[in-house]
């Protein structure tokens, strides 16, 4: 069966470390991969999307890892802020031409100050 | 730019009734989609429309149901209510479909009792 798995459990790290969130799919072949973040109440925001034939994407202190033949995403925030604090998603796209985002469960992640 | 809208925020329905949703999409795109998200089933694909034409659909009973008109906002139906309508139900909009990022509106919250 098709399946999407995310940290189940909540994350909680200190303020500055990296936080790390993992993403590992099953019985699918995305072409695009993309994070989202959400805060309670509100709508999905994009931050990021990386292709099938690249390996790493970089924005300011966010970087996501695509290994395919792993079936496997990383996404890491570098020096973490209480303000990062919030659930994160992994998003697949499949080769379909029309855009169908297929998502994970979400890792609740938690920044201490 | 203006973001997605999706109205209303909050909505309360009985059993057995219908409701219709509405989504505008951020000027100038064409594809719109929906998703609704429980806390047990997590974000999961409804529909998307480009051009007013459906092109894809999720797996989803066919008491939903959705259209989108020529200024391409999209409403989707969600007909003989059940509890389990219960959600939040979220419209995204892109430029061009897959491979492209989603912008997300905030959401309408449904509560069937």
């Known amino acids: 069966s098709q399946k999407i798995e995310q940290n189940s459990e909540a994350l909680n790290i200190q303020e500055g470390k990296t936080a790390t969130l993992t993403c590992n799919y099953t019985?699918?072949?995305?072409?695009?991969l993309q994070w989202y973040r959400q805060d309670p109440g509100r709508g999905p925001v994009f931050l990021l999307l990386i292709r099938e034939n690249e390996k790493e994407k970089r924005k300011e202190r966010l970087k996501v890892t695509f290994d395919t033949t792993l079936k496997q995403s990383l996404f890491h925030i570098t020096a973490s802020q209480p303000a990062d604090s919030a659930t994160y998603l992994c998003a697949l796209d499949e080769r379909t031409g029309f855009q169908k985002l297929v998502f994970g469960t979400g890792t609740r992640l938690l920044v201490s100050p | 730019k203006a973001g997605v809208t999706q109205t209303p925020r909050y909505l309360i329905k009985t059993r057995g009734q219908q409701v219709t949703l509405s989504c505008s999409p951020i000027s100038g795109h064409r594809s719109v989609s929906w998703y609704q998200q429980t806390p047990g089933q997590g974000l999961q694909f409804l529909f998307e429309y480009f051009s007013e034409t459906q092109r894809n659909k999720g797996n989803f009973p066919g008491r939903f149901s959705g259209r989108q008109f020529s200024n391409s906002r999209s409403e989707m139906n969600v007909s003989t209510l059940e509890l389990g309508d219960s959600a939040l139900y979220l419209c995204a909009s892109s430029g061009q479909g897959a491979g492209t990022e989603a912008f997300f509106g905030q959401g309408t919250r449904l509560t069937v009792v």
């Open positions: 019985n699918y072949s995305p072409a695009y």
